[in-house]
């Protein structure tokens, strides 16, 4: 679909075979997004400045995947307050998508979302009631277009060795879910140069490698959670310049 604003208002997308791309502007209200193993429906921003509008649930099922793609951004919409993305797992993938994060306009993750690639993702603006997996080895963004909250309910797990940076802006990182790392020898970082990272009751859980908790600029708050380290990994909450303020009891376990 190319050169027309493209609006699916309830509607169903089909892929049996091959790609359905959306290269330019485009609103999706309560779609389902269905793709057959080996089809993809795209969201990429080939043409450039697009932005894709999203409102009600989106949902979808199928062996192959709806890729939420590089360059393409989503952006508030005139009515409503946001949208869900409820996807099963392993069929929604992002690869450079801009999410976008208004105090009036919020996207909720409350199934399955896939961070694919090596390139460094976009702004990663949401709200995650479900789970979202780093499979790829680029690093997630939280940047001036709003803010990461990883709910109660809310798993942030890395694969990989990728890590959560900013290039500023008025960005906050909260956690009041579990970020764990399950693949990756290495260091994930998780550090928000900006507003800063917040972890509200939220709990920590390193399987491989090390999750590193950094912020030059403000330090972090931090509320305890339950923590989980495997022999063999490390969980460093008082890296770089950073420094703390919190409250909670550190009760840990591995």
């Known amino acids: 679909v ?13 892929a049996q075979t091959g790609t359905i791309d959306f290269p330019s502007a485009a609103l999706f209200q309560g779609t389902t997004f269905n793709a057959a193993t080996g089809a993809i429906i795209s969201l990429d921003d080939s043409n450039g400045g697009a932005s894709y509008e ?33 996807f ?36 990663m603006g949401l709200i995650n009631q479900g789970t979202i997996t ?5 690093n997630l963004d939280v940047d001036s277009n709003g803010a990461f909250d990883n709910a109660a309910t809310g798993i942030l797990d890395f694969e990989t060795d990728a890590g959560v940076t900013s290039e500023g802006g008025n960005t906050a990182f909260t956690n009041a ?6 693949g990756g020898t290495g260091v994930s970082i998780i550090g928000i140069a900006a507003i800063g990272f917040d972890n509200d009751g939220g709990g920590f859980d390193v399987e491989s ?13 931090y509320t305890a959670g339950p923590i989980t380290v495997a022999a063999g990994s490390t969980l460093d909450i008082n890296a770089g310049s950073s420094s703390i303020n919190g409250s909670g009891t550190f009760t840990s376990t591995g």
Request: aromatic share 12%.
């Open 88 to 123: 099963p797992e392993g069929f929604a993938q992002v690869t450079g998508f801009i999410f976008q994060y208004f105090a009036s306009y919020q996207i909720i993750n409350e199934d399955y979302l896939d961070y694919t690639g090596s390139a460094q993702h976009n702004d």
């Open 177 to 182: 879910g579990l970020i764990e790392k399950t």
């Open 134 to 138: 780093v499979s790829g080895t680029g």
């Open 209 to 221: 490698g090390t999750i590193s908790l950094q912020n030059g600029q403000n330090g972090f708050a």
């Open 2 to 14: 190319t050169s027309i604003s493209y609006q699916d208002l309830g509607g169903t997308i089909d």
């Open 54 to 86: 999203f409102a009600d649930t989106l949902s979808g099922s199928g062996g192959g995947h709806v890729v939420f793609a590089n360059n393409g951004a989503s952006t508030p919409l005139s009515y409503g307050t946001g949208a869900v993305l409820d």
